[in-house]
């Protein structure tokens, strides 16, 4: 199992953005895959997942209409997305696959995207 | 302010056992699955253990989990430098519908 991410990304605030996250080594489509993020020096907050084979999707509330989780199954790749980034946002990114269902573990973890936002 | 309550930090010497603790609630981990994550400096987290007290495979068996009602316990023995990292627990919140995280704990290898 590989989960295999887009690289640093440097952006203004208010800028648009969408990362990505490729899976190999497994079904894509039966694994629920999300994204947890890391702000500089702190925990893991965990953002939401999706179920590629039918894209249901849950996001934490606190991150309920602030970014946009979505995956192309054809291509084996997930994606999270801002419309208009904050200072805030600078964070790492890791993309992570739950072993079963939704409330299932992480088993899997990329090698995470560092997200810098500054004007 | 975490759903999780770890303690910040823990430290031993080398060769001798650590015990993390990971404080939660009924939705939490009083009616789920806990798992354990270890992060070393710059690295992307990787899984320790899973549903409670799992290891997943290539996992030494000095990493132990368990679970009595709304707290778990990673416990480390034999300690090694290689150890020192942040530990995080984690498990799902049936109110939150979401994954929670612990605040981490960061083990330093005296």
């Known amino acids: 199992v590989q989960l295999v991410q887009s690289g640093a990304e440097v952006k203004k605030p208010g800028e648009s953005l969408k990362i990505s996250c490729k899976g190999s080594g497994y079904r894509f489509t039966t694994y629920w895959i999300g994204w947890v993020r890391q702000m500089p020096g702190k925990g893991l907050e965990w953002m939401g997942i999706i179920y590629p084979a039918d894209s249901d999707t849950i996001y934490s509330p606190s991150f309920q209409g602030q970014v946009t989780i979505s995956a192309d199954k054809s291509i084996s790749t997930a994606y999270l997305q801002w419309s208009s980034l904050k200072a805030s946002d600078t964070a790492i990114y890791y993309c992570?696959?739950?072993?079963?269902?939704?409330?299932?573990?992480?088993?899997?973890w990329g090698q995470g995207t560092l997200v810098t936002v500054s004007s | 302010q975490s759903v999780l309550t770890q303690p910040p930090s823990v430290s031993a010497a080398p060769g001798q056992k650590v015990t993390i603790s990971c404080s939660g609630s009924?939705?939490?981990?009083?009616?789920?699955?806990v798992s354990w994550y270890q992060q070393l400096r710059g690295a992307a987290p990787k899984l320790l253990i899973y549903d409670n007290s799992k290891r997943p495979s290539g996992i030494p068996d000095r990493f132990s989990g368990s679970k009595s009602g709304s707290s778990a316990t990673l416990v480390i023995t034999g300690l090694q430098t290689g150890d020192e990292a942040d530990y995080y627990c984690?498990?799902?919140?049936?109110?939150?519908?979401?994954?929670?995280f612990g605040g981490g704990t960061k083990l330093t290898v005296l």
């Open positions: 992570s696959r739950h072993y079963g269902d939704s409330s299932s573990s992480i088993d899997y």
């Open positions: 009924s939705p939490n981990i009083g009616n789920n699955y």
């Open positions: 984690g498990t799902w919140d049936s109110s939150l519908s979401a994954r929670v």
